[in-house]
């Protein structure tokens, strides 16, 4: 079962507006939650992340808001500009411990266009 | 540094046969992941090594394997191939690290494979 979502498959904005990237979880033992940007043939990269204890993170035009009680958190771009243009995938992952291992469950991703 | 590379880029394979894909880690990062990324399904997790040793595991069938060399260098296979298989194979990897939420991953450019 799917348990991250990002319910909205596309968006578009026009350059130098707010982009507003959902993202909802259903499994509360998450406790680390990260972004990618994907490009057309190229792999995910990591673009920012946020713990559980925090509630924001900023990194220059980007900011991720993490809500626990609503299993909700979103990815802010501002201004917007083109070069954003591509699918965004959040991700989350439990708690990692030496023999747990890392896996990433994907959302299956919003792709965002900026327009001029 | 150099970043994670996976080859070839491009694969065609028939039903029924089998197929290796290569990875190279992220120069110190000693966690390799592998994640099938197909339109209809988007990433998910098949299995993750960690000095050689599998410490995670995806929901996918045996077919699908993996492995880690000393050198942190993996190889994934899937043997009797099938036409759902088709899909980007993205390797991804992490430095060692639990407990402190610095579970980022890293990822390749991906394989291409394309089964006929």
């Known amino acids: 079962d799917q348990q991250v979502k990002q319910n909205s498959p596309s968006l578009s904005v026009q350059e130098g507006r707010i982009s507003i990237l959902n993202c909802d979880y259903t499994?509360?033992?998450?406790?680390?939650f990260l972004w990618y940007k994907k490009y057309p043939a190229e792999g995910p990269t990591f673009l920012i992340s946020i713990s559980s204890i925090k509630d924001k993170n900023e990194d220059g035009r980007f900011t991720v808001f993490l809500n626990k009680s609503a299993k909700h958190l979103s990815l802010h771009i501002v201004p917007s500009q083109p070069g954003d243009s591509a699918v965004y995938f959040c991700?989350?992952?439990?708690?990692?411990?030496?023999?747990?291992?890392?896996?990433?469950?994907f959302g299956k991703g919003t792709s965002l266009l900026v327009t001029p | 540094k150099a970043g994670v590379t996976q080859t070839p880029r491009y694969l065609i394979k028939t039903r029924g046969q089998q197929v290796t894909l290569s990875c190279s880690p992220i120069s110190g990062h000693r966690s390799v992941s592998w994640y099938q990324q197909t339109p209809g399904q988007g990433l998910q997790f098949l299995f993750e090594y960690f000095s050689e040793t599998q410490r995670n595991k995806g929901n996918f069938p045996g077919r699908f394997s993996g492995r880690q060399f000393s050198n942190s260098r993996s190889e994934m296979n899937v043997s009797t191939l099938e036409l759902g298989d088709s899909a980007l194979y993205l390797c991804a990897s992490s430095p060692q690290g639990w407990g402190s939420g610095k579970n980022i991953q890293y990822f390749g450019a991906g394989t291409r494979l394309s089964v006929l």
């Open positions: 991700a989350a992952s439990p708690p990692l411990t030496q023999n747990s291992g890392y896996a990433l469950n």
């Open positions: 499994n509360s033992m998450f406790d680390y």
